[in-house]
């Protein structure tokens, strides 16, 4: 009776055994059948849309540029050196368009003041007095 026993539990053995590989291979079956119907549904999508015009599709994968195409660091460096000379010579011109200040005589006779002119006072100081600074006003109305 013990070798019966000895072989129902060496059986038994064997039993549990394998239904733990059926348990086994059931869990690897759920996630191949998850992993086929993703694919399927995958692929009925991709079916769709290669049946669109207009879709893109990658022919190679792209490569990654090593170095720039042409190098314009120094193109770029000329071209805002003379955009520097061309704006400081026209900032020159705008503020001197901008001055009407008349310093000398000789600039009322420009084309851009055209105003009548009746003289021209001098600068004075702050070291003569009031009454000295207005004798060449008298002396300029009284003519």
Request: with cysteine.
């Amino acid at each position: 009776m013990t070798a019966q026993q000895a072989d129902a539990a060496r059986q038994l053995q064997e039993i549990s055994n394998d239904e733990i590989a059926v348990e086994d291979l059931r869990g690897k079956l759920a996630s191949v059948r998850q992993e086929y119907e993703d694919a399927a549904q995958k692929w009925d999508q991709w079916e769709v849309e290669r049946q669109m015009k207009g879709r893109v599709e990658e022919l190679s994968p792209a490569a990654r540029p090593l170095s720039p195409f042409r190098d314009t660091r120094l193109s770029f460096a000329g071209i805002g050196g003379f955009g520097g000379i061309v704006v400081g010579f026209w900032f020159c011109i705008a503020s001197g368009l901008i001055n009407r200040r008349l310093n000398r005589p000789d600039d009322a006779d420009g084309g851009l003041h055209e105003f009548a002119m009746l003289g021209v006072l001098p600068t004075l100081s702050g070291r003569f007095g009031g009454c000295r600074a207005s004798r060449p006003l008298h002396r300029i109305v009284s003519i």
